[in-house]
């Protein structure tokens, strides 16, 4: 196939201020900055570069109404220090209807788009990945 993802746009008020979160939030590269748009990109010369699709924080003038139909998972590893890192940054926890019971955390950035901070892999779970991988290799 050759179609790959290459960016994610999320509409916003004020693309500096929200690219500025989410840029601390994962630790990533500003490669475009303009009143209208700004782009992040993963840190360059690291395993996601060039794989992880940019994201792209685009000015609009219209309110968010409801719930995001498209959200980032995000994958720490710990899960409890992440979450009060990003609430730190100005992330705060909301209510989309989960469980009392799950094993992810619910947060919204700063301009009320929902994201998940799930649970860390198990060291089992991250040696049976690391197992796939090496039997997937050429």
């Known amino acids: 196939m050759t179609l790959s993802i290459q960016c994610l746009s999320i509409d916003t008020h004020d693309p500096a201020e929200l690219a500025d979160f989410w840029q601390s939030a994962l630790g990533w590269r500003k490669t475009h900055d ?11 010369g690291s ?4 794989v992880v699709p940019d994201l792209l924080f685009l000015k609009v ?8 139909r498209l959200h980032v998972d995000l994958r720490p590893l710990d899960q409890a220090t992440e979450v009060a890192r990003l609430e730190s940054l100005g992330a705060r926890r909301v209510d989309i209807g989960q469980a009392d019971d ?3 955390v619910v947060l919204a950035d700063p301009d009320g788009n929902e994201f998940c ?3 860390a ?9 690391a ?8």
């Open 34 to 44: 303009e009143p209208d748009g700004v782009a992040l990109e993963p840190p360059a």
């Open 47 to 50: 395993p996601q570069d060039g």
């Open 61 to 68: 003038d219209d309110a968010k109404t409801g719930k995001n």
């Open 102 to 104: 799950v094993s992810w």
């Open 117 to 119: 901070v799930l649970r």
């Open 121 to 129: 892999f198990t060291p089992e779970e991250l040696s049976s990945f």
């Open 131 to 138: 197992a796939e991988e090496a039997t997937a290799q050429p």
